[in-house]
Every structure is written in C-alpha cells, then in structure tokens.
C-alpha cells in the first residue's frame, strides 16, 4: 500500500539534492574547519558558504549565525543564555503558554534558579495578545520569547508587534521559528528580533543541526564551554556535514517558498472545508487566518485522537495526535488546553501536517478514508451522542 505523509510538522524526509550537497563532507571534505591547513581550509569555506546563505536567507549577517544542535539547543541558548548574561540588571523573563517544552522546559528550569516566568495565555485561536506583553514588562524583564507559529495548531504570532514593543522597553526578544523558518519570509530587522531559532529538519535538511540568530551586540552567555568555535559561543568540532546541508536546504526552500506557499494553502484549505462537509461535530483548531500554509488541526468530538491516528496509519495516512502520550500517562496537549479545549477534545484532536511531496490526490485519499473512521469509532465511543 502506498503511504501518504501528512506529519511534515514532526520532521521532513532529506531532500536528495541536500544529501548530494553533504555526502562529499564525510570522506572527501571531511577537515575540521578549525584546522589551519588546506584540508581545514577547504572545510571552513563550505561551513562559511552555508553560513552566509543561512545569514542571507533572514536578512542578518554571517557573524549573527550560530550553528547549534538544532531547535532545542538553539531555544535553550537562547533563554539560558539571556538569562544569565543579563541577570544583574534583572531576573524576569515573559513568554507564552503555547510554546514548544524547548523554551517552556528551559524557563522552567530558571525559575528553580531564581528568575520570575510570566506565562502569558493566548486567545481561542492561540494568539497571543501583544498588549498583554506589554502590561508584563517590568523593570526587571531581560527578555521576551514568543514562538513565530505554533507547531500543532500552525498559529502564526504577531511577532513583529511584540518585537517592537520589547525594542520600546529596550527588552531582549527571542523568537521560536522551527516551524516557519524555510516556509515563511523571515527578516529578523522586520520582525524586531534579537535572537531566532531555526532547525534544519523542519526543511528538508538533517536532523541534529540547525542556529541561532544572534544580533550583534546581544549581551548572551556562552552555551557550550570548550574551543573557539562559532566565536567562543558554542565550543565543539563543527557538524560540517549538517551544516552544509542546512545550507543547501535553506537555499531551495528560498527558491520554493512562494510556490509552495499557495499550493500548500489550496490544499489545506480544500482539506479544512471537506472535513467540515461530511465529518460533523468537527472543529478547526488554531486561527482561521493566521496559520501556517501547512497546518490543519481539527478536534473530532467523541473520538480518541489516538485510535483515529492508528485507523489512519492501517490505511496507509501517517499523521499525528494533538496530544502527547507516554505509556505511564495520558497527558492533554498543553496548546490546546491553553486555546479552551476540554480535555477530551484535546485527546480528540488529529494534526495534518503537509509538505513538498504532498499531491492532491492525497487529500482527496484522506477525505474518502477519514470520515469512515469517524463514524466507525464514534459508533464505539462510549461518548458517542454527549457531543465531548
Ligand atoms: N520548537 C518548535 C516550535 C518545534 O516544532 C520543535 C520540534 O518539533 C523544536 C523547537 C525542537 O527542534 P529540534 O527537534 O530541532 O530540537
């Protein structure tokens, strides 16, 4: 049975022209960029080159890049960093109830330290409201973080409001952008930002590699104490080959990012409209307008996201549930708690995800299986007919 992806959100497949740009950066270039000889040489041109392409492709300059680990170093970085290089003029920090457990988890972590965490709530659709960032800023407040979309329900934030107000305040602003980085325009001198993260995997690059924008003149602790690498800032022997395929990445998703944009918005608005024709009791999760081109998160009361994910998969449609579940616990998604949701519309809800290899044909597969499902399941359910 041919399997159709729907959960680019999670990670995407390496783009094979990305692959060919890495492969010659394991037995060929395969110098450490830090060395003086030409072997050396050889590698820090191709780490320079992805460098300035990934400084280019968000308007900052090569120097503002910081190659890290991916996503989750870059948050933590970022929040860590700030925090601690700036705790003498103040220890509170503002960021939102919707973020990923990469910012969320790090700024739980300084609270043990001693910092103040304002966690701002959102709107129904998962918006934060810029006013109420600005009635949290304190004296105290050294920095700001708010996602540029939401990774589950594909909220876009009003960044470049909240940046202005933090540069008012003269506060330092942090931006999530793993999820929009190489799908939306991204100017970090528009959006007002001092830091932004960004993760190769999301864009068809590798996986374990991606930056942190740092603007010039940012007051930002070292993350990774060892050699002079990435200026002192995050010491280890480059991830050459990663860092050439984000390079790569970055560049085609520049080349590809108007195209996909409306290809993708047709089909995930023909995907939203024909869940709301023949699936009743269905919700859009996230904003109607502000959201990702690729993101469709609905809630489907009566049902378990997760047995809708698994009769999906049977049928060959790969997706992912709106909450997270381990084996000792069944926990609700904290985004969709934070937009009202009950716990078992939470549990109920399903993220499709879509991405470059995504056809029509797919959606149309997904609209014949889905509401079968649905209806089988809600036939199950001992919710069936509450309307939960
Ligand atoms: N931030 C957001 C919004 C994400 O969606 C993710 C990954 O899903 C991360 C951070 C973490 O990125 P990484 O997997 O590169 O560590």
């Known amino acids: 049975m041919k399997k159709i992806y729907l959960d680019y959100a999670a990670t995407c497949p390496v783009d094979p022209e990305v692959l060919s740009a890495m492969i010659p950066c394991f037995c060929d270039l395969f110098g450490n960029p830090s060395s003086f000889h030409s072997y050396g040489q050889d590698a820090k041109k191709a780490l320079e080159n992805a460098r300035h392409t990934v400084a280019c492709s968000i308007g900052a300059s090569p120097d503002e890049v910081v190659f890290t680990s991916g996503g989750t170093e870059s948050d933590n970085f970022a929040i860590k960093g700030v925090a601690y290089r700036n705790r003498s003029r103040g220890n509170h920090i503002i960021t939102s109830s919707i973020e990923h457990h990469a910012v969320l988890n790090p700024c739980r972590f300084l609270q043990q330290e001693g910092f103040d965490v304002t966690v701002l709530p959102v709107d129904s659709t998962g918006t934060v409201d810029p006013d109420d960032v600005r009635k949290a800023i304190t004296p105290k407040t050294v ?9 589950e329900i594909g909220t876009i934030e009003p960044i470049a409001v909240i940046g202005t107000i933090a540069r008012e305040h ?5 931006t999530d952008a793993v999820q929009t980085y190489g799908h939306l325009p991204i100017n970090v001198e528009e959006l007002h930002t001092d830091l932004l993260s960004a993760s190769a995997h999301k864009l068809y690059g590798p996986k374990g590699v991606g930056f942190l924008y740092v603007k010039k003149g940012t007051k930002i602790a070292s993350f990774m104490h060892g050699g002079e690498q990435e200026q002192g800032r995050r010491g280890s022997t480059h991830n050459l080959p990663g860092i050439v395929g984000l390079g790569k990445a970055s560049e085609i998703a520049g080349w590809l ?3 996909e944009d409306e290809r993708l918005k047709h089909y995930r608005d023909m995907l939203i409209r024909g869940i709301e024709e023949r699936i009743p009791r269905t919700r859009l999760n ?6 990702l081109p690729n993101n469709v998160n609905i809630a489907v009361s009566e049902v378990e996201g997760e047995s809708m994910m698994l009769e999906l998969d049977m049928g060959g449609i790969i997706c992912s549930t709106g909450s997270a579940c381990s084996s000792m616990s069944l926990e609700s998604s904290h985004v969709l708690i934070s937009l009202g949701l009950s716990h078992e519309l939470a549990h109920g809800s399903l993220r499709f995800s879509l991405g470059r ?5 797919d959606i149309e597969r997904l609209l014949e299986l889905f509401p079968a499902i649905v209806r089988r399941l809600r036939a199950l359910s001992p919710l069936c007919g509450t309307g939960r």
Do not use: C
């Open 286 to 291: 996230g904003h109607p307008v502000q959201r």
């Open 357 to 361: 290899y995504t056809k029509e044909e």
């Open 143 to 151: 920095l700001i973080s708010v996602m540029h979309a939401n990774n």
């Open 170 to 174: 003269e506060v330092l602003f942090h």
């Open 257 to 259: 990012m108007k195209e």
